[in-house]
């Protein structure tokens, strides 16, 4: 019996919630972000679904970007990091690709570098996560400077926020803060992350910049799931029962003892590890679904396997399926028990997981 682990990716989910996306941010460009692999979802084959649809798309490396130049789409693609090394400037305006700007060293290797096309900068402003970009004193001599860069065809304005999931009162004082900014600069403008698109509407200006959103991932904190606003999740990890064991009290399961049978039990095995991303730091209790039932993680994660408690459906059989996080159990439920963002059990889905999209 083959290996049945894969993540199954819905096209039709990924337009849906682009769409849904769109609906709260009308008249908004749309730079679908798929930087980390698509969050994990495959940068080749989501771009593919993207491209038609979006603005842009907005990857951290230029490495990404070469990948999408060379399938190719005719989608802007976006450095949303900019260059790591000037050597990259080149490759930046040959390819027509927008990058950011958030640092001295970027902005003094664009003016002394020689291209062959001038290039669209994103400057980038520090509003209040104390990350990347530059503070206010500086804007508008920035401004200024770029503006009489010959390197430099067209000028966008960007910020991004800390906390527009949580903090709805300082998202404002951020978003405050960025229009003082830009008061007066001609250029379009973006700050709206996929939190606030929901959360802060009036931060919707020129250009949205939604992550995971666009995969279906609530960005609230385990409090709602993407599901409760609409969207609809685009992976589904899952794999199937390769055992299905009966213990009796005082049993154990998996390494350490960890897990003591309190009674009678009947134990399933799942072919799924933290060899295939799923989470080793994964506690007791963090749900599973076998044939549309939730059935409990129980002991420890292992490279290859879990172990889960089969009491709600005790017909389940070998090669029955599991679902691991996706349809019917959000990833957000998962994220929820172990401690993570959902982003960090996306991202982490191995390369030995197949990615199988419903539309190949």
């Known amino acids: 019996m083959a290996r049945k682990t894969q993540a199954h990716l819905s096209r039709d989910a990924l337009l849906h919630n682009l769409n849904h996306i769109r609906a709260h941010a009308p008249g908004c460009q749309v730079v679908g972000v798929v930087k980390a692999n698509a969050y994990g979802h495959g940068l080749e084959d989501a771009s593919r679904v993207l491209a038609s649809y979006v603005d842009y798309l907005g990857v951290a490396t230029i490495e990404e970007a070469m990948t999408l130049v060379m399938m190719p789409v005719k989608t802007i693609v976006l ?3 900019g ?6 400037l080149e490759l930046v305006a040959e390819h027509g690709l927008e990058m950011v700007l958030h640092e001295e060293g970027q902005i003094l290797a664009l003016e002394q570098a020689q291209l062959s096309a001038p290039i669209t900068v994103w400057l980038k402003l520090d509003t209040g996560l104390g990350r990347l970009g530059f503070p206010a004193k500086l804007v508008s001599m920035l401004y200024q400077r770029l503006r009489c860069c010959a390197n430099v065809k067209k000028i966008k304005l960007m910020s991004h926020f800390s906390a527009s999931d949580t903090n709805f009162s300082y998202t404002q004082k951020q978003l405050k803060c960025f ?8 250029a379009e403008k973006s700050i709206a992350n996929g939190a606030a698109i929901f959360n802060c509407p009036e931060s919707c200006v020129d250009i949205v ?3 995971g959103l666009l995969y279906g991932v609530g960005l609230w904190q385990g409090k709602k799931s993407g599901v409760d606003e609409g969207l609809r999740p685009v992976m589904s990890l899952r794999s199937h029962l390769i055992s299905v064991k009966d213990y009796q009290a005082g049993d154990y399961i998996g390494y350490g003892r960890c897990w003591q049978c309190s009674g009678p039990m009947r134990v399933g095995v799942v072919a799924i590890g933290y060899g295939d991303g799923y989470p080793v730091t994964a506690p007791d209790g963090t749900p599973t679904l076998v044939c549309g039932v939730e059935a409990p993680l129980i ?3 292992s490279m290859d396997m879990i172990t889960i408690d089969l009491e709600l459906c005790p017909d389940a059989k070998v090669g029955d399926e599991v679902v691991l996080w996706g349809d019917g159990l959000p990833v957000e439920r998962v994220a929820h028990h172990v401690g993570v963002v959902p982003y960090a059990l996306l991202c982490a889905v191995a390369p030995r997981v197949k990615l199988v999209w419903d539309h190949q």
Do not use: H, K, N, Y
């Open 83 to 88: 260059i790591f090394q000037d050597s990259e």
């Open 299 to 301: 002991g420890r994660v």
């Open 179 to 186: 229009m003082d900014m830009t008061q007066g600069l001609v």
């Open 209 to 211: 910049r939604p992550g």
């Open 79 to 81: 450095l949303m990091e």
